[in-house]
């Protein structure tokens, strides 16, 4: 059956990209037009610019295209959403926004206490990864994607702290230098290893987890958070097996391969990243040491006389 039944707007969502377009002009008339009202201002680079429009395509491309119907009808899908939303799209936005706007906003009250609570980075890296690990238990996921507030409040606060697991490796602000060197390494391995018990759990399993994949009243009920109500009406659905050929065990096998995949990838590109640095850092000494040094001689004024 094809996805065309839920018409356009489930399937293109445009109030989001209108939302997605709303937050773009805040953005640079933040960064360019009234950056003056910031003290420790500076001019926006094309590559923050780049990053943030780049995130703003991610963020639409996982919430508001035809990705968002269908993490509702397979759960390999939604693993992929997930993975776009915590593992892309997050360090994308962060390294997007410019670090003065960064110290600005953290500065605000409720939000210096927020981060106040996240100061080791061995926390901000379990509390993500915990609470992934603890939303793919079957009865607490059919439980959250049942529920519209439950459903929203755990993907901001999965969003929040993936911000917070993130934010030691790329480090926005220059004054929150956390991990350095081999650090920063056992960082990124630390968090890979931490998410492969979910993963595995959801790969190895005999039988589909899930009842809101298996199950038709509670796939239903699921759906209508991903659909609207106006376009689910009318339309007469038993399960995914109207959308795919793929049986539920193979689904749910993918969507845990998918997700550690992804996460091998952006990790690996992280630790590229990191080796990079060192690199450049490295020829930059030898370089500065490589430079002839200028003797100046005191000269004496008896001579000069």
């Not at 100061?119 to 079957?138: D, M, R």
């Not at 509670?218 to 097996?241: F, H, I, Q, R, Y």
């Not at 630790?271 to 060192?278: G, H, P, R, T």
Request: proline share 5%; glycine share 4%.
């Amino acid at each position: 059956m094809p996805l065309g039944i839920f018409g356009f707007n489930a399937l293109w969502s445009p109030f989001f990209i209108l939302s997605i377009l709303l937050i773009t002009v805040l953005y640079f008339l933040v960064t360019i037009k009234w950056r003056h009202r910031f003290s420790e201002s500076r001019k926006l680079t094309k590559k923050e610019a780049t990053y943030f429009l780049l995130a703003m395509i991610l963020l639409y491309i996982a919430k508001g295209s035809p990705v968002e119907v269908l993490s509702g009808i397979m759960f390999s899908m939604h693993m992929t959403q997930m993975a776009i939303l915590y593992l892309v799209f997050t360090p994308i936005l962060v390294m997007g926004i410019p670090d003065w706007v960064w110290k600005a906003f953290i500065r605000l009250p409720i939000v210096k206490q927020v981060f106040g609570l996240m100061t080791k980075p061995i926390v901000k890296l379990l509390a993500f990864n915990v609470l992934f690990s603890l939303y793919h238990i079957p009865t607490v996921f059919d439980h959250v994607r049942t529920d519209a507030v439950l459903h929203n409040v755990f993907t901001v606060i999965l969003f929040m702290l993936a911000i917070f697991m993130w934010w030691p490796l790329i480090k926005p602000v220059d004054d929150d230098v956390e991990l350095s060197g081999l650090k920063r390494i056992g960082y990124i391995l630390g968090s890979a290893v931490l998410l492969t018990p979910a993963c595995g759990l959801i790969i190895f399993a005999e039988n589909p987890l899930y009842a809101t994949y298996y199950d038709s009243s509670t796939w239903l009920k699921a759906l209508a958070l991903c659909v609207p109500a106006s376009s689910l009406s009318g339309l007469s659905l038993s399960g995914p097996e109207l959308f795919t050929s793929m049986s539920l065990q193979n689904d749910q096998q993918l969507g845990g391969v998918v997700m550690k995949i992804i996460q091998e990838i952006v990790f690996g590109v992280a630790l590229a990243s990191l080796f990079f640095q060192w690199y450049r850092k490295d020829q930059d000494q030898a370089q500065t040491e490589s430079q002839p040094t200028v003797a100046y001689k005191a000269t004496d004024p008896k001579l000069v006389e």
